[in-house]
């Protein structure tokens, strides 16, 4: 475990400093989707960060960085619109799993959409990457249902 890890917040002025983690992020999710891997990795950061700018237009968006002695460990993105909160994006580094990051984040994430009138929480994963449903559930997260989509 982590013993100093640092939690920097802020709104959407934070987006850009975690651009280089939320590609490594994708390539992750490209790497563990059983369907639409090219999806994932021809996501830009320009689609995506103009999603979270449309959802910050409608309700509060908060970004999270973990560092550690300067060094960037993750990070976490969440929503709230119409009491609906959720973790649009969580990433920590490969070097510093398995060292509560991830849980130092999700802990501050679900803190700040409660803070923020969150009757829900959710957050979406890519299906394939099944692993992280065991880490998601440590933090009362479960499967509801699945999305299932075709090309039009
Ligand atoms: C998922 C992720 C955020 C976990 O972060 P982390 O810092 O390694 O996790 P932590 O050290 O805080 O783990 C907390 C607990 O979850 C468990 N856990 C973490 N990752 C796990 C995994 N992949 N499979 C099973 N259990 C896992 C840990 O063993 C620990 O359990 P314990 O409380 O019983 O000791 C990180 O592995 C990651 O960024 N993965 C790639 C991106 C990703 O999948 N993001 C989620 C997209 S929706």
Partial sequence: ???????????VEMLDPVM???????????RHSTHFSQYFREKSWEERKGELL???SRGP????????SGQELG???SSVIDGAGEVES??????????????????RSVEWMKEN????MAVFTVYG?????EFYAKQRFRPISVMLIRDA
Avoid: P
């Fill in 117 to 120: 009138g969150a009757r829900t």
């Fill in 129 to 133: 990457n099944d692993n992280v449903l």
């Fill in 61 to 68: 968006l908060r970004i999270d960085i973990a560092t550690h």
């Fill in 75 to 77: 990070f976490c993105i």
């Fill in 54 to 56: 449309n959802k910050a």
């Fill in 20 to 30: 280089g983690m939320w590609s490594k992020l994708t390539r992750d999710a490209s």
């Fill in 1 to 11: 475990m982590l013993s100093d890890i640092d939690l920097a917040a802020g709104g």
């Fill in 90 to 107: 969580l990433f920590v580094e490969e070097c510093s799993r398995g060292r509560r990051v991830g849980e130092a984040l999700m802990q």
